[in-house]
T-cell receptor
Framework: GQNIDQPTEMTATEGAIVQINCTYQ??????LFWYQQHAGEAPTFLSY??LDGLEEKGRFSSFLSRSKGYSYLLLKELQMKDSASYLC??????????WGAGTKLIIKP | EADIYQTPRYLVIGTGKKITLECSQT?????MYWYQQDPGMELHLIHY???????EKGDLSSESTVSRIRTEHFPLTLESARPSHTSQYLC????????????FGEGSRLTVL
């Protein structure tokens, strides 16, 4: 079967750095997405990785290792508004997205 | 700024009623999707479309139907709502390119009594 694993919940302090991991097992791989979803709102796109390595975009970076079936999202200089769920999704061999259940990130002052 | 709209945002109805959730996008995207999401849970794909007159069922078994008569419009219909249909329904669209990110509507929160 296909599955995406992420931690259910993480807590971090304002101003700190947090790394959210995602491991996947899918039939084929055509890229990995990270989305942010605030409570009661729709997901919004954060990043896309299809090649191994680190993609940096402001305070957010995303890393991919295809051989390990592993990705992480790195958030720096955490702000209270970063409190949200972070969803990992993999595009499989049919270009269908397989979604993780999301990691709820709680930021404390 | 994504231009994808869903109505209604919130709906409370009785069991057995027929409902249609509307979704429209003005970005000219060929791909459109309907997802169901319960609080704290993953998104489940219930229907998708690659263009006009194209509709496919997703991985979640659902007593719903969709149509795609126009590129911009992708309504979801429940013929007879049941309490198990209570959930958040998210519409999304993307361009046909393989790396197309999804743009989501704000969601329709359905409660069936």
């Amino acid at each position: 079967g296909q599955n995406i694993d992420q931690p259910t919940e993480m807590t971090a302090t304002e101003g700190a750095i947090v790394q959210i991991n995602c491991t996947y097992q899918t039939s084929g791989f055509n890229g990995l997405f990270w989305y942010q979803q605030h409570a009661g709102e729709a997901p919004t796109f954060l990043s896309y990785n299809v090649l191994d390595g680190l993609e940096e975009k402001g305070r957010f970076s995303s890393f991919l290792s295809r051989s390990k079936g592993y990705s992480y999202l790195l958030l720096k200089e955490l702000q209270m508004k970063d409190s949200a769920s972070y969803l990992c999704a993999v595009s499989d061999s049919n270009y269908q997205l397989i979604w993780g259940a999301g990691t709820k990130l709680i930021i404390k002052p | 700024e994504a231009d994808i709209y869903q109505t209604p945002r919130y709906l409370v109805i009785g069991t057995g009623k027929k409902i249609t959730l509307e979704c429209s996008q003005t970005m000219g995207h060929d791909k459109m999707y309907w997802y169901q999401q319960d609080p704290g849970m993953e998104l489940h794909l219930i229907h998708y479309s690659y263009g006009v007159n194209s509709t496919e069922k997703g991985d979640l078994s659902s007593e719903s139907t969709v149509s795609r008569i126009r590129t911009e419009h992708f309504p979801l219909t429940l013929e007879s709502a049941r309490p198990s249909h209570t959930s958040q329904y998210l519409c999304a669209s993307s361009a046909l390119t393989d790396t197309g990110e999804l743009f989501f509507g704000e969601g329709s929160r359905l409660t069936v009594l």
